[in-house]
């Protein structure tokens, strides 16, 4: 009766990208192509002693070679180059181009709903030749890599393209994980070609500061340039008007999805933490953390080495990896940006004066960024204000840490058999609920499940709340269903995994903002009364597997006979 609606949500396929893809829809709805190609994205241009580099041919020499073309702020020619060994704000991320240019990135947004395409540009020796690869209009790139993330939930996921050498073309637009559909065979096989099955890039390490962005724009590193007569005339790059600022995030919920991604960093997923600033120099603009925003991006920011003050041997091996990696970094950076005065851009953050790194503003002091960095290492005590960085997946409903959403007009009616039995009837049970975590219209990561107990019919009018069966009986876990929607157990059926009415296995969840009508049609027999609790439970696709909300709605029927 109930077949085409009792399914757990993102189970079609046991590959490991087709899967992600369909639990990720389910949290956020429809995700957009991988295209680095549209009209809005923007390219990322290279900086070289203030001026904005790109390859192009020299027409000045024979043959027109391929070389580097320099300009300054005002666009004037200034010279032409060979070669690039340093530039202005070499890549943090360590294992790419440090001095790469002409990377992509595209931006989607519905509602809450963010999604960032980057089309980088990288090489494996990490280092910039005068190569067609290289140049602004040729499409081909070796890193492809999506973020989703929900500013209202903080909800975030992560899909990396294959690592096997293989370049990509923003000309073509990468289908999603799991392709449009469900139904979607062709889509999903190709797919399941172009993405990492073993999630070998720990991506959460570095987008961890509860945004899709590594460094959020309000940071404005990459809104820093070059500092001339007066510190209005800055040169802009690219992302400026194109990524939105924000403010710290610090309490804001945060959670990755994707139960493989989560399976396979479960223990740094776990022991991440935010951290305080002791000395209130950063932290009340900018989240910290106990991974690479800490460990990286903040020594780079301030232009200090990482410090614990009394290492275990673990932390003095990672300690030493990391000043390795900041000083290959380093060595990548041109001179102009470190110099004082004119010019100046690193460190890119100080305290007070922020961004404004011209001569004069002073960085932070060694005390205070050995207090800090001590905190960043997670070597330090409660003056590090160390919270967990993930938060709980939300059950649904509004108890303790729930998600708002509510159960609405429950009811139980006797409907006839359509056989036209008088001792067959059929027993209809309805509700109606939206699932308004995230305001995402096509979520469907929420289902029912519900517990029905039938007794003889008694002389009372209304039963008693002990008559019901309990949260504890829908959720028992000693009541295995082996995959079957319907179980009987002790003195009452469970059927599992109800999804809203017409919503049929394997199929996307159409666009709603009001509440959807559920539905559950059980064979009645005469002369009992049916007990009912339903409960929701969301599916959470990490390692936390489903919540239940903690309370569920108590409905029931009698069926006399004639």
């Excluded at 639990?23 to 241009?45: H, K, M, N, T, Y």
Aim: with cysteine.
């Amino acid at each position: 009766m109930n077949e085409t609606v009792l399914w757990k949500p993102a189970t079609a396929s046991d590959n490991p990208v087709t899967k992600f893809g369909d639990e990720v829809r389910a949290v956020f709805g429809p995700i957009p192509q991988g295209d680095c190609g549209d009209g809005a994205a923007q390219s990322l241009s290279l900086q070289v002693d203030g001026n904005t580099v790109d390859l192009k041919p020299n027409l000045e020499k024979p043959g027109r070679p391929l070389e580097f073309e320099h300009r300054n702020a005002a666009g004037e020619f200034v010279k032409w180059t060979t070669g690039i060994a340093q530039c202005d704000r070499p890549s943090l991320a360590g294992d790419v181009t440090y001095c790469g240019m002409n990377s992509r990135v595209s931006r989607v947004v519905k509602g809450n709903i963010e999604w960032l395409t980057f089309c980088r540009k990288s090489m494996a020796h990490q280092r910039i030749e005068p190569v067609p690869y290289w140049e602004k209009s040729n499409p081909q790139y070796s890193r492809l890599g999506m973020i989703g993330f929900n500013w209202a939930t903080g909800e975030i996921a992560f899909f990396d393209g294959r690592h096997d050498g293989a370049l990509f073309d923003w000309t073509k637009p990468s289908v999603p994980p799991g392709g449009q559909s469900y139904g979607d065979t062709l889509g999903r096989a190709e797919a399941e070609a172009i993405y990492d099955p073993t999630f070998q890039v720990q991506c959460s390490a570095c987008h961890d500061n509860k945004g899709p962005y590594v460094l959020t724009p309000h940071i404005r590193q990459l809104q820093l340039g070059r500092h001339l007569k007066s510190r209005s005339e800055t040169l802009l790059t690219d992302l400026d008007d194109y990524l939105p600022g924000s403010s710290n995030r610090d309490k804001a919920p945060f959670r990755v999805v994707g139960s493989t991604y989560t399976k396979i960093y479960k223990t740094e997923l776990q022991n991440a933490k935010t951290v305080r600033d002791p000395s209130g120099n950063c932290t009340e603009c900018h989240s910290l953390t106990t991974q690479l925003t800490g460990q990286r991006f903040a020594p780079d920011a301030v232009a200090k080495e990482p410090w614990v003050s009394d290492p275990d041997w673990s932390q003095i091996l990672r300690v030493r990896a990391e000043q390795t990696k900041l000083l290959q970094i380093d060595l990548h950076r041109t001179d102009w940006a470190r110099r004082f005065g004119t010019g100046r851009i690193h460190p890119w953050m100080v305290p007070i004066y922020g961004t404004d790194v011209s001569q004069g503003t002073r960085g932070i002091s060694d005390n205070d960024w050995h207090r800090l960095s001590n905190c960043l290492w997670d070597a330090g005590g409660e003056e590090c204000g160390y919270q967990p960085l993930y938060t709980p997946c939300p059950p649904p409903g509004t108890g303790p840490g729930g998600d708002g959403s509510v159960v609405r007009n429950v009811s139980a009616t006797k409907a006839s058999s359509p056989f036209g039995d008088i001792a067959a009837s059929r027993l209809r049970l309805t509700w109606m609920y939206r699932n308004s975590y995230g305001d995402v219209s096509e979520r469907d990561d929420v289902r029912f499940d519900a517990a029905i107990r039938l007794s003889t019919l008694p002389d009372t009018a209304t039963p008693r709340e002990g008559d019901y069966p309990t949260v504890e009986d829908v959720k028992d876990e000693e009541i295995v269903d082996h995959g079957k929607a319907v179980v009987n157990a002790r003195d009452f059926i469970r059927v599992h995994d109800i999804a809203y009415s017409g919503h049929r296995k394997y199929t996307e969840a159409e666009a709603s903002s009001e509440p959807r009508t559920y539905e559950l049609v059980l064979p009645a027999k005469c002369n009992r009364r049916y007990l009912v609790l339903i409960l929701p439970k969301r599916f959470c696709f990490d390692q936390t597997g489903v919540v239940y909300a903690d309370r569920g709605e108590r409905l029931y029927a009698d069926i006399p006979c004639r």
